[in-house]
């Protein structure tokens, strides 16, 4: 029989009722503060790119995939496919609306011809600004509410999506010879994307739109004279320098691109929560990670370029000024349309805050030359 104290209960009885008392107390604290994380099975989601396997862009699609994976500890799989594995490349976007797919890897340019502002989300105009500013101006100046519009809105497509990666300046292309004016281009086979290539046929130039994996075969038969794709790793994975030899940097036709990954919207919405955090803020760090790595794989890319005989050349200014000319009278004749006017004056009313602080903050090309020559030789 066990004792009792003054109060006149039995003490093991009392001990047994605190600990009991104590561990219901923890067990609630502990489900006070454990967040409400669903448990639901892995999610397999069909992922493709619109990359051949060889392009730097389809590692790029697949580090994303790798980081989704990652970060929801599996519970959401990205199988990553290349380009034609499932639909060629220029079919992925309406593959992920149908359900055939259920992500992809691409940019908006490539589905220009569903809308001409969609290529105002991969190709836009040169403001003069960068890709940086370009994707500040999506997530921060209503460019992702304009986005949705278009993809949800007036194409009632059945897709989400978002940009990241803001790419570097892209290369005028590879050509035969040097290109000196905008008068060089009058009659040249070319190949390009997007609004890019309403300017180049402003310039006067035969423009074919092909995906990445076509550009080289197409130049080595003939049927283009020259072409533009991206950035030094990607042209010499996919054998630019065999069927060209002047690579000429620094163009207006692509300042601000960035990749756009999309989902199946169906798919997208029945994901929880915290998986769907997960894809969006995937993107955010792909931006961060993939900058510094293309940094670092284009200038050795470069380097080895010029090892393959291939004349680097700069665009001179009198090419540039007439790509800006073109520019206009595009833009002129995009902008009849309601839609495609209302982005372009929102990506201007964004340049014309935005500018004037960082043109006056950040020092010029000048002065970044000068600093290196200085200071580095």
């Known amino acids: 029989m066990p004792t009792k104290n003054g109060s006149g209960a039995p003490v093991a009885g009392r001990r047994k009722f605190l600990k009991t008392a104590g561990l219901t107390g923890a067990a609630a604290v502990a489900t006070i503060a454990m967040p409400q994380v669903s448990r639901a099975q892995t999610v397999t989601m069909k992922y493709q790119s619109t990359w051949p396997t060889k392009d730097i862009f389809h590692e790029f ?17 990205l199988d990553v496919l290349a380009a034609g594995a499932v639909v060629p490349a220029f079919q992925m976007a309406d593959a992920v609306h149908s359900g055939v797919l259920d992500a992809g890897h ?11 502002a969609y290529s105002l989300f991969g190709t836009p105009p040169s403001w003069g600004w960068d890709a940086t500013s370009f994707l500040a101006w999506f997530y921060y ?37 040097e290109m000196k004016t905008g008068d060089d281009f009058k009659g040249m086979k ?26 080289v075969p197409a130049m080595d038969r003939g049927l283009l004279d020259s072409a533009e794709f991206n950035n030094p790793s990607s042209d010499i994975l996919l054998g630019f320098p065999d069927v060209a030899k002047f690579f000429m940097l620094g163009s207006h036709h692509q300042q601000a691109e960035s990749f756009e990954i999309i989902f199946n919207k169906a798919k997208f919405d029945a994901l929880p929560a915290e998986v769907k955090a997960i894809c969006r803020n995937a993107a955010f760090a792909s ?25 680097v050349v700069k665009t001179p200014d009198a090419l540039l000024n007439a790509q800006l000319d073109a520019w206009t009278k595009v833009l ?10 209302k982005v372009v004056e929102s990506q201007k009313a964004w340049m014309r805050r935005t500018y004037p602080y960082a043109s006056t903050n950040n020092l010029d090309s000048s002065a970044l030359a ?5 200071l580095i030789g």
């Open 287 to 311: 931006t961060a990670d993939q900058n510094a790595l293309g940094l670092h794989r284009y200038s050795n890319d470069l380097i080895e370029i010029k090892k393959r005989g291939v004349n």
């Open 370 to 374: 000068a600093a290196y020559k200085k």
């Open 332 to 341: 002129a004749e995009q902008s009849k349309e309601p839609f495609f006017a």
């Open 61 to 77: 699609a697949a580090d994303y995939a790798k980081k989704v994976n990652e970060m929801s500890g599996g519970r959401l799989k």
């Open 141 to 177: 100046g209503g460019g992702e509410a304009l986005y949705n519009e278009l993809v949800n809105g007036i194409l009632k497509l059945n897709l989400t999506g978002f940009l990241y990666y803001a790419m570097p300046t892209q290369p005028l292309g590879w050509f035969k010879k």
């Open 190 to 215: 070319y190949r390009t994307v997007g609004l890019s290539a309403d300017v180049f046929k402003e310039m006067g130039a035969a423009v074919t739109i092909l995906p990445g994996g076509e550009i």
């Open 106 to 116: 691409g940019v908006c340019a490539y589905w220009y011809g569903k809308h001409k």
